[in-house]
Structures are given as C-alpha cells and as structure tokens.
C-alpha cells in the first residue's frame, strides 16, 4: 500500500551544509538592528556539533526537508524541552533525562497485526536503513525550529509486523519509570505519556521514527532511545522514548486529549484554528527575535489529502 | 544609618537588583533557547512579586508598628509598574512588532491578554496619581482610587494562571498568597474602622491602639 517517498514528496536532497552557511548573518543582523541595544547578544550562536559522549551515526540516505531553512542550533534543540516526565520547566529536560537509562531498550509492537513483536532498539541502527531528514517542527507553544533528524520511516517499519484490517489506528506509549523519572510523582499530567495516529497518517511518507539528531544518537531530553517524528502535527504528538506500539481498532485515548479539550487528537499545524488561549497563526522560530506566520501543515502540504473529508475546525 | 534610610535601600535594591539582573542576563546572552519568551517572563514575574510585597507592607507595619512599611510602599509600587511596563514592551515590541490591529484582536480574543492590559492600566492610573501633589489634590478619594491594586494583583495572577498549559503550582501559589493578603485586610479594616484613613495619609507614628489587637467582645 506505500511507499514511493521520492515521487510523492518534493524532495532536494542534499548534503549538510557547513555551520557558516546556515546561519543567515545579513538577516540575523537587520533584525538586531531593529532592536534594542541591549539585545545585542541575544541568539548569538552556541555549539552546532552534536555533544561528542553519543556514538555517531551515519545514514547513507539524507534529505533536506524544510525547504532549505537554516538548522537550529544543536544547543538550542537540546535544551529547549517539553519532556514532562523529567520536570515542565524548559531546561529541565536536559538537567535531569540523565537519570533514563536507553540500554538496553526494547520496544514491544502489539495488537491487530499478524507479527507481533519485541524488537531491541539497536536493531533500529543499522546504517543500510537510516535516513537523515531535515525537518520543521512547530510546538503547540508557538514556537518552531528545523532539526536534523536520523531514523527510519515510520510505515516502512510498521508494516514488518503485518497489521491487519482491523489496524486503524496506531497507539504508541512512552516509557513510565517513577525510579527514571522522579518528577512523575508529582502528577502533571495522566502517565504514561500517551500518543496515536490514525494508520493512514502513520503510513505517510512523513513519518517518521527517529533514533538520531545531528549525527550521533538522540539525547535523551529529545526522546532517546527512539522517537516519533511528525512533522506537520504539533510536536506533542511526536512521542519521545516510546517502549510500546500498539494497532488499534478505536482511535486510541491521547494523555494531553485526556487533559483538556485543547488538544485534539489529530493536532495539526494550523494558522486558522487557535488553541483557545492563544493564537496560532504565528510561531517564534528559536534563534529569530521576531514572530514568523505559521503555515498550514507546517509547510507540508503533500499531507492534505488525508484531511479532504475533514472539517479541519471540527477535528482539530 | 537611620532605620527610614536602611527600609529605603532595601526597596531600590528590591527594584535594581533583579533589572541589573536581566540586564546582566541579556548582555551575556544568558537568556537560553527562547530569549524572548525569557524576557517576557522575567519581567512578567517580577511585576507580580513587587506588587506582592507592596500588598505585604500593610499587614508588616500592623505587626512590626513601623510606619516605615508604608513610606517605602510606593517606591515598591512604582518598581512594579517598571516592571509591568517593561513586560508590556517587549510583548508589543518582539510578539506583535508594533502591529496595533494585533494588539486590538489580542485584547478582544485572548483573555489572558485582556486581563493583564486591564492590569496594567490599572497599575498605569495609580503611577500617574502616586505623587504627594496628585495625593492632595484628590484627597480622600485618592484612598479610594487607590484600592484598585487589589483587582490589579487578582488580574495579574489570573494573567499568569492562564498563560501555563498544565503545571499550574507556580501562578496557584502566587494566586494564593495574594488572596491571603487580601483576605487580611477584611477583618482588619472593620476593626480599625475610621483609624485606617488617617493611618494612610501623611505616615505619623501611631500610638499603641487598643482596636488593632485581637478582639474578642
């Protein structure tokens, strides 16, 4: 039932691009301009490389998918969290996900699917099948920024385990140790963090599993060992450190769903429908001083036709 | 050093400390992943504090019998505002860029939004009225005008509340503590009954009074 990535995506596949081209000086220096002296340091760069303690990780494969924006910095995305399990505040993440243990790590694929399984991560990291994509990715927060994922497309990998007719949904669970993740005790949100996608969506090209980020494995504030990477969806849809994926006939219960009615369960990027408290029609790219206009799907417009039936005010 | 003057520094650096503090911050580009966002929180936080402590010098001046607490209550006030307005700017500056039609649609649909701008011109009124000349001129109604720093710390907090996706302890402790000073101010005021406009005006040492203590008739 898939999967042509190269003709049903615009794709210009290129190489990484060396630090000095990415960042954009004559802009970034107009939009000083504008701003106050004292603003002056304000995004000056940090470290670009991924932190040398993760092994590398090479894929053969890359492809630039954010239509040639510039890379965040390395630092920036790593640490500039939501991962609740290891504290709300943004920098948490990255003070305390060195408490969660990635190996050894396996990920169970159940429910309606022929071949259910456990499979150990490191299986996930043979070179001949990973990609580098390069992606957008748009918080319900309004804020942005473009990482470089490493990791395999999603559908390819779910249809290993031969999901059956009934499989019209997919349910994916992060990981929920009280032991590894202490701030759970305190009950922000319903644990384990839980996550689906209707299978069409799963099986688009687009989605992604990501085990890498910039060369070397995933931090763990980013979701180590393995993550879902959605990129037109908010990004809280992109699970982090997932241990169970599950087919499902019914759309399966999602835990920020279960908070509150702000969260719907497909969550796409849209300009046009606000979250109730606050506008979506602009995001702060992390880095810019300046807001820029959301755009729909997050600039990925090859997903439309999944939503064609939909009223994309009412299924939010 | 006379006790007016140590009360006195101790408000400035309760307003120069935490600005010196950002600025410092801002200089060494210490203000991590989302600058912006830090800025508009850092301020945002400290207008809430001040305008806390300023609540807080009513209830420590019946305690402590000091009319220093309430000497040094409007420059406390008048941090506070600093702050609030240095919020507001960078809000207009960096997540509206100057655009007022946005302005107008955030203050129509967004009612974190709407009550924080409420708060603040509220915050604005007392500022302009704060000196001794708008203090005489208006009288006992300046008393009156005055109280509206009750519903601008309500409308501060509920500002904050709603701005936070789920971990709400933060904005609820702030909320509490300003509904305890408020609460505070209940009983006290029906026992103090007419002391409490003379104690506001021109701060006079007051004797020791029976009706301030615990009253059990």
């Not at chain 2, 402590?53 to 607490?69: C, Y």
């Amino acid at each position: 039932m898939l999967i042509e990535v190269s003709q049903s995506i615009p794709i210009h596949p290129s190489e990484i691009t060396p630090e000095a081209l990415y960042v954009d000086r004559r802009r970034f220096l107009k939009e000083l301009g504008l701003a106050a002296g004292a603003a002056i340091t304000i995004g000056t760069s940090q470290a670009w490389a991924a932190e040398p303690a993760l092994a590398p990780l090479t894929a053969p494969r890359k492809l630039e998918m954010a239509g040639g924006e510039g890379l965040t910095p390395y630092e920036t995305i790593t640490h500039y969290n939501n991962f609740y399990e290891f504290g709300t505040d943004k920098e948490d993440p990255a003070r305390n996900a060195g408490r969660l243990r990635t190996r050894p790590w396996s990920v169970v694929i159940d429910g309606e699917c022929e071949a259910p399984q456990r499979i150990d991560v490191d299986e996930l990291l043979n070179p001949r099948v990973l990609e580098e994509r390069i992606y957008r990715h748009r918080c319900v927060e309004a804020w942005s920024f473009v990482a470089p994922w490493i990791g395999v497309p999603l559908g390819e990998f779910l249809m290993r385990f031969k999901p059956t007719s009934k499989a019209k949904f997919v349910a994916f669970y992060t990981l929920f140790d009280r032991q590894q993740m202490p701030e759970t005790a305190r009950g922000v949100l319903n644990w384990p963090y839980r996550e689906g996608l209707r299978i069409d969506e799963a099986m688009h090209p687009l989605s992604f599993l990501s085990v890498g980020l910039y060369g070397r494995v995933l931090p763990n504030q980013n979701g180590a060992p393995l993550r879902l990477t959605v990129p037109w969806k908010y990004g809280f849809k992109s699970i982090k450190s997932i241990v169970r994926i599950q087919f499902v006939e019914k759309q399966p219960p999602t835990t920020w769903g279960s908070m509150s009615a702000e969260y719907g369960f497909y969550s796409n990027v849209n300009p046009e429908v606000d979250h109730p408290r606050w506008s979506q029609a602009q995001e702060r790219r992390l880095g810019e001083l300046f807001k820029r206009k959301t755009l729909l799907f997050n600039g990925y417009p090859e997903v439309a036709s999944l939503y064609s039936a939909m009223d994309l005010r009412k299924d939010y | 050093m006379s006790r007016l003057l140590a009360w006195r520094l101790v408000a400035w650096s309760l307003g120069i400390v935490p600005l010196v503090n950002g600025l410092r911050l801002t200089l060494q580009g210490r203000l991590g992943a989302n600058p912006i966002e830090y800025l508009e929180h850092y301020t945002g936080i400290w207008a809430l504090r001040l305008l806390t402590v300023t609540l807080l010098m009513t209830p420590l001046r019946m305690m402590t019998r000091l009319t220093e607490p309430i000497r040094v209550r409007r420059l406390i006030g008048l941090w506070c505002f600093a702050f609030a307005c240095l919020h507001l700017l960078v809000y207009l500056v960096f997540d509206l860029a100057f655009s007022f039609t946005q302005l107008l649609a955030d203050l129509m649909k967004r009612s974190y939004i709407t009550l924080g701008f409420t708060a603040w011109l509220l915050l604005l009124s007392l500022a302009i009225t704060s000196t001794t000349t708008w203090q005489r001129r208006l009288g006992h109604r300046w008393l009156v005008l005055h109280k509206l720093i009750y519903p601008a710390a309500l409308l501060g907090a509920i500002h904050y509340l709603l701005l936070v996706k789920a971990d709400i302890r933060q904005p609820l402790i702030y909320l509490g503590i300003l509904v305890g000073l408020l609460i505070f101010r209940v009983p006290w005021r029906r026992r103090q009954g007419a002391q409490t406009l003379k104690s506001a005006f021109p701060p006079v040492r007051q004797p020791k009074n029976e009706s301030q203590l615990p009253n059990v008739s």
